[in-house]
């Protein structure tokens, strides 16, 4: 079975706080991906990442950075924390176009983050 | 970014019930996948659609891909409580990262 693991399940930060969101998945896949989730608003993308180094922008990136040195690991950082970053972020993984299911995302059980 | 309708927002029905949600996009979508989340958990994908009118079921869950692209449904037969979670849409709108859709909140009475 895919796993995906993220670090945290619930994290409380103080506003200005640099915070580091960890996620590994054991899957090899070549795909990574943050979202963050809010009541009414579904899943929004933040980054993915489709190589080792390699990074694309989704639709809500202000505010957060992200790092991948590894292909297993996809950190999303943000870089100084604001209430309004007080979220569930959830962390997903998928193979490649060429090698499988381009498309089934696998999730992370998600960190609830909480910005004061 | 691209914004998927998804509705109704939340429903409330009886065990036994049969359920039905939808998806629309004013843009053509290649893929539409259902994902159901359970309280406290990340998402798992249900079905998967790749062709234009493709229907597939997955035990009690169907799912059509619409004819146009813009749109596609779920419907879960029977329910029973163990179906309560959220339910979402997504859809491929030629990039490598789905857009999903707001979510439907379903609970079911024993």
């Known amino acids: 079975d895919v796993k995906v693991t993220q670090s945290s399940r619930y994290l409380v930060k103080r506003t200005g706080e640099k915070v580091f969101l960890e996620c590994v998945q054991d899957?090899?896949?070549?795909?990574m991906f943050w979202y963050r989730q809010d009541p009414g608003l579904g899943l929004r993308l933040i980054y993915f990442?489709?190589?080792?180094?390699?990074?694309e922008k989704g639709d809500i990136p202000e505010g957060y950075s992200v790092s991948r040195e590894k292909k297993e690991r996809f950190s999303l950082i943000l870089e100084s924390a604001s209430t309004n970053q007080t979220s569930m972020y959830l962390c997903a993984s998928s193979l490649s176009p060429s090698g499988g299911d381009p498309y089934e995302q696998y999730f992370g059980p998600g960190t609830r983050l909480t910005v004061t | 970014g691209q914004q998927l309708n998804q509705s109704p927002q939340s429903m409330f029905i009886q065990e036994g019930e049969d359920v039905s949600m939808n998806c629309t996009s004013s843009?053509?979508?290649?893929?539409w996948l259902w994902y159901k989340q359970d309280p406290g958990e990340g998402p798992v994908l249900l079905i998967a659609l790749y062709k234009a009118g493709e229907l597939t079921s997955n035990g009690r869950l169907t799912a059509q891909f619409g004819i146009t692209r813009k749109d596609s449904f779920l419907n879960i037969s029977a329910s029973i409580p163990s179906d309560v979670g959220i339910y979402f849409c997504?859809?491929?709108?030629?990039?490598?990262?789905?857009?999903f859709g707001s979510g439907t909140r379903l609970q079911v009475q024993p």
């Open positions: 899957m090899d896949h070549e795909n």
């Open positions: 843009s053509i979508f290649n893929t």
């Open positions: 990442s489709y190589d080792v180094k390699m990074k």
């Open positions: 997504a859809g491929l709108p030629g990039r490598r990262a789905l857009t």
